[in-house]
Each structure stands twice: as C-alpha cells, then as structure tokens.
C-alpha cells in the first residue's frame, strides 16, 4: 500500500473557505506570505512558462483600489449597489493576493491550459493560507473582469487578467458546512 499523509489527507477532505465578510485584521505580514506564495506557485504548469504572478495588495492599495473601483464603476454605468459591493470587498479586506493569469506565446501549450494552470494556483494559495491557519476566500467581482479597471488600477497589460483575488486574515467564525458534491452523480467509471 502507498504511504498516507493522513494530516493532508484530512485537510484536503475537510477544507472550507473564509467567507471575506468574516475576515479582519491581523493578516500575514510579508514574511508569514512568502512561504503561502511559495506553495502556491508550485502548481503543475505545462511547459514550464509560468503564466501567472502575484500582486499582493496591503492595506494602502486596498484603499486605491475601493476608490478605483467607485471611479471606474461610475464611469461604466454600474450601479450603486454594484459599486458599493464591490467597493467593500477592497476597503474591509485585510489583505488581498491578486492571482493574475499572464498568457505565453507558445506553439505547443494551448491558451486554455495557461489558464488551467492559474485557477489550479489560486486553490493552491487557498489552501496553503487555510493550511498556515488563516481565513481565506477566492473572490472575483465585476472589477477583475473589467480591462480598464485591471489595467487602471492594477496596471495589467493586454495579455494578462486577474483569476482571483484571494482575501486573507483571521477569520472571525467559522462558516456552517456547505452541500458538496454527490461523487456517485458526478463519476464515471469506465472498466472496458
Ligand atoms: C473563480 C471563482 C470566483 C468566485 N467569486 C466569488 C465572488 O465574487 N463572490 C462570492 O461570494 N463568491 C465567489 N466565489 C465562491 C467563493 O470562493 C466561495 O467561498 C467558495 O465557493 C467556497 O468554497 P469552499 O467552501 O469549498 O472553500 C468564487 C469562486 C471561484 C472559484
């Protein structure tokens, strides 16, 4: 039989989320993150071309990027509600890593496993932050979506956009279990 690593095991079976609303300060300073973002970006990356980065975002870009948010909702027609959803979750974070997906030019590896490769790293950074004890969630938002704010705000470039903000702190209670999956109703198992 293979040797378990019954402690990871448990963590990957048992793993849940922070939902961002309950996270407050502390977060991770840059020496409790290094060993996270090191985690994280050892994910599975076909071709060795590394298509994501880190953006980390301290508490003074979180305030640029609330206000960002406000400017460039404004201006593309959003509503408040919108707006102010979306404001909050930048100005009530501790501490925010943006995941940006940077698509490679490459003849042999297809756009779409670039962007496999940068989801799989977004779970990876959840689950070394909840794995380090903090409360963690993967956000998105209509922001991440908008080139301009991505471009204004986080200064990305044309091939590059964000697949996550994962928030991160200390998680003021822990969420109620959610449904999960029913493994028989979404398994095949082929023997022939
Ligand atoms: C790509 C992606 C984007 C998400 N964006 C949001 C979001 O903007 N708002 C939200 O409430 N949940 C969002 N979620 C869901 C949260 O991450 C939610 O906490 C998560 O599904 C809980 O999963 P867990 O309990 O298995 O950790 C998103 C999930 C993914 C994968």
């Known amino acids: 039989m293979p040797e378990e690593n019954t402690a990871v095991l448990e963590f990957l079976q048992t793993r849940r989320s922070r939902p961002a609303k309950l996270l407050q300060d502390p ?3 840059r020496d409790a993150l290094l060993p996270i973002l090191t985690a994280a970006a050892r994910t599975p990356d076909h071709g ?32 408040d509600e919108d707006i102010t959803k979306a404001r ?7 501490l925010c890593v943006a995941v940006i997906e940077v698509q490679k030019p490459s003849e042999k590896i297809p756009p779409i496993e670039q962007t496999y490769s940068t989801g799989a790293v ?25 080139s301009e704010f991505c471009s204004a705000a986080l200064g990305l470039s044309e091939n590059e956009r964000v697949a996550g903000f994962i928030h991160i702190g200390t998680a003021s209670a822990i969420p109620p ?6 493994i028989g109703a979404i398994t095949t198992w082929l023997d022939s």
């Open 122 to 146: 977004c779970l990876a950074l959840l689950n070394a932050a909840l794995a380090s004890g903090w409360g963690a969630n993967w956000l998105s938002g209509w922001p991440s979506h908008s």
């Open 177 to 182: 279990e959610r449904p999960r999956p029913d």
């Open 48 to 79: 060795k071309l590394e298509p994501w980065r880190f953006i980390v975002l301290e508490k003074a870009a979180l305030a640029r990027l609330a206000n960002a948010v406000d400017q460039c909702g404004r201006e593309s027609g959003r509503s």
């Open 88 to 94: 909050n979750q930048f100005e009530n974070s501790p």
């Open 27 to 29: 977060a991770p300073d």
